[in-house]
């Protein structure tokens, strides 16, 4: 990177209050040792602590800290969104602010953004936390890349570098929700993945639930594919065929032999299976409408109560 270059960092932070100060160190630090040009922007989404007033802390030392202060709590793939807009620089760096994505690995990403890589994406080598979410993920990842006809690289986060054409790009996706990991696969160019161990996060709670991580997961499944509303199709199919199978069956019995079938229990089977397989195909209709119409009020995206930034 020539020493001109602006390495725009972006950091959401949601109660991060104690994790601002050894992550701002870090990042400095890497950043001087090896030259880079930075602005470090915190997108504050509606924190209940003294994250904000933190930063503006930092921002008295250093005026390439800059905040971007939300009306309330938008989430995180918002936030980061809020960052790509105001980023100033040539490249782009988003990562978590619990210091769970190494700032020490910056120097990688740079490089291979210099080798002229559009997106440079963090692989996670060894997850840490429960064993429960650590399957989970790894089934998603690839449950996702089948559903949606894409390519998308498994085992990664939103630790991520773009070139300012790939920033350029994803901000021009006008959808409501956003999935960050999807559209910075849709938008092609020139992609790589390093890979890291991705450690705890140093304090604080994760802001995400398994609630929360299910409907992220769910965005990403109704962001990507349109295949869920074909399941409908398929198993109505698979159950006109059982259905005239049985058919058969029930025709045979009446002409050919003389048992009487009292047939309450496998009525009721029939009934609740169909009833319940129709209500899951409505809710997934539903799912796929309810986006439309998010999309068709066009509602803002965020809502920033103020920018701090200095002149430098
Ligand atoms: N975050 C946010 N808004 C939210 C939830 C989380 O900006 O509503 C930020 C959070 O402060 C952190 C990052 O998103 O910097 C990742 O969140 P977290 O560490 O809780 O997720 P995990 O690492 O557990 O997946
Ligand atoms: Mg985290």
Redesign the pocket.
Known sequence: MSKNQLLSII??????EE?IEPLYERLAKVCQKNQINYEIIF?????NDQGLQRVLHLQKKDSRVKAIDFSR????Q???SAGMEFAKGAAVLV????L?DPPEMIPKFVEKWKQGFDVVYAIRKNRK?SPLKRIMYKLYYRILNKLADLDMPLDS??FRLFSRRAVDRIIQFGEKRRYLRGLSSLIGFDQIGIEYD?PQ?RA?????SYR??FNLAWEGVTALSIKPLRVATYLGVTVAFIAVAYMIRVFYMRLFTDTYIPGWSSLMTVLLLLGSVQLICIGIIGEYIGRTAEEVRDRPLYIIRKIYEKES
């Open positions: 950091l959401p932070i949601h109660n991060e994790n997108v504050n989404d509606g924190s709590n938008f989430g995180h918002i936030a980061i990562m978590d602010a619990d769970q936390g986060g939103d991705r996060r604080g709670k994760t802001k995400y929360k991580l």
